[in-house]
């Protein structure tokens, strides 16, 4: 429980999702009277209540605590000092980026502007370098609006990391661009205040607008590198997790990324795209990040064909085939769909006229089996699409006693030689 202090600014966040409901609680604790802005009623009953609609540590142990007043109604933003639009910002089918929810968000709150409060706007939205000013002020300029006499706005990208145990919204450093001077004064005091990290301000809005697209394309454009040493040493015959653990041994100038099944959450698969059609507009074609991001998109039909591999080792069809795909989650041990490549390996198995059966306790509405022993008894193979520790704990005897032929690790952390050693084909990515 963090130690709450008086404040007299009122802060709204709308968008009480993975991002903004934690920065919410975090405001309250900190002594912000907070309001929470979110068209869901279900998760406002929620939340009203005292609970969070999200399994996450720090707000389990902390929303009940705290005096957070959130509604469906608009109207609510009128409230505020500070307000904070942590609001998704998705891609469509075809890669193409989404800005309808922060235009919908920001029409909202210029409707609902308390000019005499001369508030301060925060996008903590992913966004393309750009979109504050070619967006996002337009939106207030033609309700009548303008910077730095009206309200003033800034950009602060989210840094939150479901499931961490160590690194949350409390203490994760952050970066702050806003349009002029006394708008980055205002996000640097504010974040200063209920942030216990460095708060690094940027000489531009548009600088902090790509702080966040590039860290998450640096992450997305080396983990496409490994998938790709994944594929090529799986020809070789090379276990690429044990190249790349010893090429960690040098203390400089490597970083290691591991290879998977795929990648998912709502950063790394989603904003490479904001920067690649935002560069398109400049006259920039980025043929790396498109190359990184055919990769990645590759690596749950490559589970798939790993898999088909496998059986027709010991001649079975996936056709017909009984086949258990242990989690959903993109990330171990949190209950996050977004982008998550299980889905993606569930479909092309169904595809391939699979009998397919699905298991992860973070989400037993969605699991066709009621827990870990049936999903074994009903599979004649099984694909590892989670980390759930649940998962990387099964002793590899079990999978003996269930007759399983076959295992494709697509987290590449269960024991290979174990589950060898009991005659069991086993086949990591990469491995």
């Not at 590449?412 to 491995?431: H, P």
């Amino acid at each position: 429980m963090f130690a709450k202090k008086k404040n007299n600014k009122s802060v709204c966040v709308i968008g009480l999702g993975y991002v903004g409901l934690p920065l919410a609680t975090q405001c309250a604790l900190k002594g912000y009277k907070v309001y929470g802005l979110d068209y869901d009623e279900k998760k406002i009953k929620k939340i009203s209540s005292g609970k969070s609609p999200i399994k996450e540590k720090f707000l389990d142990e902390n929303l009940s605590q705290v005096n957070l007043k959130a509604s469906t109604d608009s109207k609510i933003i009128r409230k505020a000092d500070i307000i904070l639009i942590c609001v998704p910002t998705p891609v469509d089918k075809n890669f193409y980026p989404d800005l309808e929810p922060i235009k919908s968000a920001a029409e909202a709150a210029a409707k609902n502007l308390k000019t005499e409060r001369r508030p301060l706007i925060i996008i903590e939205s992913t966004i393309n370098p750009g979109v504050c000013e070619e967006v996002i002020e337009p939106i207030f300029k033609k309700a009548g609006y303008k910077i730095g006499k009206n309200y003033y706005l800034a950009h602060c990208p989210e840094r939150i990391n479901p499931g961490d145990p160590k690194w949350n919204i409390t203490n994760i450093p952050r970066v702050v661009g806003s349009f002029n001077k006394k708008g980055l004064e205002l996000a640097l005091k504010f974040y200063r205040d209920i942030i216990d990290a460095e708060i690094y301000p940027m000489k531009s809005i548009r600088e902090a607008e790509a702080v966040k697209i590039v860290e998450n394309s640096f992450r997305d454009i080396n983990i496409a590198f490994v998938n790709e040493l994944a594929k090529s040493f799986d020809r070789m015959g090379i276990d690429a997790v044990d190249v790349i653990k010893g090429a960690s041994t040098k203390p400089f100038a490597f970083m290691p990324h591991w290879p998977s099944c795929g990648v998912g959450g709502h950063c790394i698969p989603v904003d490479p795209y904001y920067l690649i059609e935002r560069a398109k507009l400049s006259g920039f074609d980025h043929e790396f990040l498109k190359i990184a991001r055919k990769v990645n998109n590759s690596m749950p039909a490559y589970t798939v064909e790993l898999l088909q591999d496998a059986l027709n080792e010991i001649k079975l069809p996936l056709n017909g085939t009984a086949v258990g795909v242990l989690g959903l989650s993109y990330k171990a041990n949190v209950d996050d769909l977004r982008k998550t490549p299980a889905l993606k390996i569930i479909e092309k198995l169904k595809n391939h006229k699979a009998k397919v059966f699905v298991f992860d306790p973070y989400f037993p509405q969605m699991s066709n089996v009621k827990n870990l022993n049936a999903l074994l008894k009903k599979s004649d193979a099984v694909i590892l699409a989670s980390d759930h520790n649940e998962f990387k704990e099964i002793n590899p005897e079990i999978f003996k006693k269930q007759k399983i032929k076959a295992i494709i690790d697509g987290k590449n952390c269960l024991n290979k030689k174990k589950i060898e050693k009991f005659g069991i084909i086993y086949k990591g990515i990469g491995r």
